[in-house]
T-cell receptor, first 114, second 114 residues
């Protein structure tokens, strides 16, 4: 079945530091890949997505590139802010009619200190 | 629009007690889902519905019942709570035919079963 493996947290950075959160996946076919963000006390929000190999998703300064050869979708940001402190989830949706199911990674807690 | 609302925000139950977690949305979305989020794990799908009167099981349905009598509401029932059901529960909704990643998440209900 599908699975997502995410970098273990927590991750603690200083403001303006570079961020990378690793994500690799196992899936049949051609899944779509996503990053979600969960701010304290809130539900998940879609941060960015990529639907085919070599696509780059980007939003709010975050980027991730769909790498089929390495089955990876690492999240990056060049300069993090305190307001980026949250839990980040990598996820995929299967191809071929699996539009009812998202497979999530375990989540990575990011804390950004001023 | 209030979006997706969930009540209560927090609940403590004793083993064997029953309760209903409420979920409502005011966006006229056909599709609604329930997820649970456990520490160190991603979200897992419990049950979902594609419209009033239609429900189906997700990957972890045991111990939970759902019904969908209206488009707006999708309650989740625990008939006999167990400590293994201690978790954070998220409800989500999206329009019919919209990609799964576009679903809106509620703020969650934190449940503790003693």
């Amino acid at each position: 079945g599908n699975s997502v493996t995410q970098m273990e947290g927590p991750v603690t950075l200083s403001e303006e530091a570079f961020l990378t959160i690793n994500c690799t996946y196992t899936a049949t076919g051609y899944p779509s890949l996503f990053w979600y963000v969960q701010y304290p006390g809130e539900g998940l929000q879609l941060l960015l997505k990529a639907t085919k190999a070599d696509d780059k998703g980007s939003n709010k300064g975050f980027e991730a590139t769909y790498r089929k050869e390495t089955t990876s979708f690492h999240l990056e940001k060049g300069s993090v802010q305190v307001s980026d402190s949250a839990v980040y989830f990598c996820a995929l949706s299967g191809s071929g009619g699996s539009n009812y199911k998202l497979t999530f990674g375990k989540g990575t807690l990011l804390t950004v200190n001023p | 629009n209030a979006g997706v609302t969930q009540t209560p925000k927090f609940q403590v139950l004793k083993t064997g007690q029953s309760m209903t977690l409420q979920c409502a949305q005011d966006m006229n979305h056909e599709y609604m889902s329930w997820y649970r989020q456990d520490p160190g794990m991603g979200l897992r799908l419990i049950h979902y519905s594609v419209g009033a009167g239609i429900t189906d099981q997700g990957e972890v349905p045991n111990g939970y019942n759902v019904s969908r009598s209206t488009t707006e509401d999708f309650p989740l029932r625990l008939l006999s709570a167990a400590p293994s059901q201690t978790s954070v529960y998220f409800c989500a909704s999206r329009p019919a035919g919209a990609p799964i990643e576009t679903q809106y998440f509620g703020p969650g209900t934190r449940l503790l079963v003693l």
